[in-house]
T-cell receptor, first 108, second 115 residues
Framework: RKEVEQDPGPFNVPEGATVAFNCTYSNSASQSFFWYRQDCRKEPKLLMSVYSSGNEDGRFTAQLNRASQYISLLIRDSKLSDSATYLCVVTPGDKIIFGKGTRLHILP | GAGVSQTPSNKVTEKGKYVELRCDPISGHTALYWYRQSLGQGPEFLIYFQGTGAADDSGLPNDRFFAVRPEGSVSTLKIQRTERGDSAVYLC?????????????FGPGTRLTVT
């Protein structure tokens, strides 16, 4: 099993739809979790951290399920500007592992 | 304030040559990371510095790759005897502290092409 696996993309969804991404990880010792966003030919930027209790930032909700070892990202009322690749990041110990990323296309 | 900067933005080199890639982190950030990203993949961890020392270099693919950060600020990634498989975008990131629990700020990357 890969250390971090993400939903294969791309996701093509109409504007205004709700879209959810999942990311599974294999190392149960992982402590910190993040979602990064990467636009085409740009560097990754932090979208949000993922806390054990779940957290929300506007249209974005992140959740962590330690028992099943996955994190999720929900985007509500998607906008054209949400089109990007979404990378999950898991940190087992001092290591930092990025997922392969899931590409999202929001269709007008 | 200024973000992370990387130079050059693009580097084309011939197979077998030596290259150096430079990273200027955000001032005051003690942790610095190097990643390599190939098309369609996520960033692949190479090495992490805490201050001047390499705290974790387990991601360096082989001994052709080496990185330094002599004064705890600017870092240079050095690749000897480049191979075509080294072609990728090399990303540098810095964070206030290390150990993965803090937001990383990425530079724009250096696109390396080995011909």
């Amino acid at each position: 099993r890969k250390e971090v696996e993400q939903d294969p993309g791309p996701f093509n969804v109409p504007e205004g739809a709700t879209v959810a991404f999942n990311c599974t990880y294999s190392n149960s010792a992982s402590q910190s979790f993040f979602w990064y966003r990467q636009d085409c030919r740009k560097e990754p930027k932090l979208l949000m951290s993922v806390y054990s209790s779940g957290n929300e930032d506007g249209r974005f909700t992140a959740q962590l399920n330690r028992a099943s070892q996955y994190i999720s990202l929900l985007i509500r009322d998607s906008k054209l500007s949400d089109s990007a690749t979404y990378l999950c990041v898991v940190t087992p110990g001092d290591k930092i592992i990025f997922g392969k990323g899931t590409r999202l296309h929001i269709l007008p | 304030g200024a973000g992370v900067s990387q130079t050059p933005s693009n580097k084309v080199t011939e197979k077998g040559k030596y290259v150096e890639l430079r990273c200027d982190p955000i001032s005051g950030h003690t942790a610095l990371y190097w990643y390599r990203q190939s098309l369609g993949q996520g960033p692949e961890f190479l090495i992490y510095f805490q201050g001047t020392g390499a705290a974790d270099d387990s991601g360096l693919p082989n001994d052709r790759f080496f990185a330094v950060r002599p004064e705890g600020s600017v870092s240079t990634l050095k690749i000897q005897r480049t191979e075509r498989g080294d072609s990728a975008v090399y990303l540098c990131a810095s964070s206030f502290q290390g150990q993965g629990g803090y937001e990383q700020y990425f530079g724009p990357g250096t696109r390396l092409t080995v011909t």
